[in-house]
């Protein structure tokens, strides 16, 4: 018999889709929870996002960081944020910016898979070629949000953008990727650089690549130009494994592992204080769609696989580990694909097909 542990988790359906895959989500975790019989879920929703902005002039309340961090939550479950009624800097950094760097969530962990009976556009590609962990640095960087605008609508405007890199935030993530690879049996560290031409920001992290990396004498490690880097997703997969990037660099290379994997519907993330000092958060890296959103037609998988993610974080190994052998195991048959995957199945029905498939192998 298990003793019964409650998890408190946040849940923001967001825009566009957010609303149509993010109940699927729920669906299948509450599911989960009731197949294992050893923990369940405290679910508290939230309404933030467009609607919420449009009708309080801001996306979240102005004490909407201090609820979550004060709630207890072990988790928050986000769907896509973004309407073309507002812009996309507004909607960033009115809600995800926000949780991400208030909350330390430091480790945003990306994977890239191309998962059974999925096909890639990349010709003659398989599973076993597609298989790689990004490991993005998620509070400074590019998007440290430190610059300004003066003489608006001058011909003397000027803008500034500011790069920021911490010595403790870039060793932070480095280690991490080095003992993620070390604990998962992966043989590799690439780091995605660009230091030929941005000679202080990037020389620095190839200089504190190579200190970390002298730590961990039984893992590989290369360092590669961001744009040659990019060419190697698509020519040469199957040589990487795990990437540890900046924050601009890793957003672009996963949303290019989404594309070479079969589709954006098919890629989940994990933005993780592995500290637990604050809640880590589970998205699916889709933006909300809004040219299909309300036509039960979207993906759900991305969302799900957040969910798993969620499930390996929380310590629940064995249904994270049911959960991705049946989303796995649905795709393979090809019997239950929405449109992005060349199919005609409904939001909910690919959702139900994944939960029956779930209940089939738990037996």
């Given at each position: 018999?298990?003793?019964?542990?409650?998890?408190?988790?946040?849940?923001?359906?967001?825009?566009?889709?957010?609303?149509?895959?993010?109940?699927?989500?729920?669906?299948?975790?509450?599911?989960?929870?009731?197949?294992?019989?050893?923990?369940?879920?405290?679910?508290?929703?939230?309404?933030?996002?467009?609607?919420?902005?449009?009708?309080?002039?801001?996306?979240?309340?102005?004490?909407?960081?201090?609820?979550?961090?004060?709630?207890?939550?072990?988790?928050?479950?986000?769907?896509?944020?973004?309407?073309?009624?507002?812009?996309?800097?507004?909607?960033?950094?009115?809600?995800?910016?926000?949780?991400?760097?208030?909350?330390?969530?430091?480790?945003?962990?990306?994977?890239?898979?191309?998962?059974?009976?999925?096909?890639?556009?990349?010709?003659?590609?398989?599973?076993?070629?597609?298989?790689?962990?990004?490991?993005?640095?998620?509070?400074?960087?590019?998007?440290?949000?430190?610059?300004?605008?003066?003489?608006?609508?001058?011909?003397?405007?000027?803008?500034?953008?500011?790069?920021?890199?911490?010595?403790?935030?870039?060793?932070?993530?480095?280690?991490?990727?080095?003992?993620?690879?070390?604990?998962?049996?992966?043989?590799?560290?690439?780091?995605?650089?660009?230091?030929?031409?941005?000679?202080?920001?990037?020389?620095?992290?190839?200089?504190?690549?190579?200190?970390?990396?002298?730590?961990?004498?039984?893992?590989?490690?290369?360092?590669?130009?961001?744009?040659?880097?990019?060419?190697?997703?698509?020519?040469?997969?199957?040589?990487?494994?795990?990437?540890?990037?900046?924050?601009?660099?890793?957003?672009?290379?996963?949303?290019?592992?989404?594309?070479?994997?079969?589709?954006?519907?098919?890629?989940?993330?994990?933005?993780?204080?592995?500290?637990?000092?604050?809640?880590?958060?589970?998205?699916a890296i889709h933006g909300s769609a809004p040219d299909i959103a309300g036509k039960g037609i979207a993906n759900p998988i991305a969302s799900l696989w957040s969910g798993q993610l969620l499930l390996d974080f929380l310590g629940e190994h064995e249904a994270a580990?049911?959960?991705?052998?049946?989303?796995?195991?649905?795709?393979?048959?090809?019997?239950?694909?929405?449109?992005?995957?060349?199919?005609?199945?409904?939001?909910?029905?690919?959702?139900?097909?994944?939960?029956?498939?779930?209940?089939?192998?738990?037996?």
């Amino acid at each position: 018999m298990y003793s019964m542990g409650t998890y408190r988790l946040a849940v923001i359906p967001g825009d566009g889709i957010g609303p149509e895959v993010i109940p699927e989500s729920i669906l299948t975790l509450t599911s989960l929870a009731e197949m294992h019989g050893g923990f369940q879920f405290d679910l508290q929703h939230f309404d933030w996002g467009t609607d919420y902005y449009l009708r309080e002039g801001v996306l979240m309340p102005t004490d909407g960081l201090a609820t979550l961090a004060q709630g207890g939550f072990d988790g928050i479950l986000l769907g896509p944020v973004g309407d073309p009624r507002v812009p996309d800097h507004v909607t960033l950094w009115g809600l995800l910016l926000p949780l991400r760097q208030t909350f330390d969530q430091y480790i945003n962990l990306r994977p890239v898979r191309l998962l059974p009976g999925v096909r890639s556009p990349l010709a003659e590609k398989h599973p076993k070629d597609i298989d790689i962990v990004c490991i993005r640095e998620n509070t400074e960087g590019e998007y440290a949000g430190a610059g300004g605008r003066i003489h608006q609508g001058t011909e003397n405007e000027v803008a500034i953008q500011s790069t920021i890199f911490t010595r403790k935030g870039t060793e932070r993530i480095m280690r991490y990727a080095f003992e993620y690879a070390r604990q998962s049996g992966r043989k590799k560290v690439t780091s995605a650089t660009k230091s030929n031409s941005m000679q202080y920001n990037m020389v620095f992290w190839d200089d504190v690549f190579r200190q970390v990396a002298a730590e961990y004498p039984d893992i590989t490690h290369e360092q590669q130009l961001i744009d040659s880097l990019g060419a190697r997703f698509v020519s040469s997969p199957e040589s990487l494994d795990v990437v540890v990037a900046s924050n601009l660099f890793g957003d672009i290379l996963t949303d290019l592992g989404a594309a070479i994997s079969g589709s954006m519907g098919l890629a989940p993330s994990a933005n993780l204080n592995p500290e637990r000092r604050f809640p880590s958060l589970f998205q699916a890296i889709h933006g909300s769609a809004p040219d299909i959103a309300g036509k039960g037609i979207a993906n759900p998988i991305a969302s799900l696989w957040s969910g798993q993610l969620l499930l390996d974080f929380l310590g629940e190994h064995e249904a994270a580990t049911l959960l991705m052998g049946a989303i796995e195991e649905v795709l393979a048959r090809g019997q239950a694909r929405t449109p992005d995957l060349g199919g005609t199945t409904t939001t909910h029905q690919l959702g139900d097909a994944i939960r029956e498939q779930m209940r089939s192998m738990a037996v």
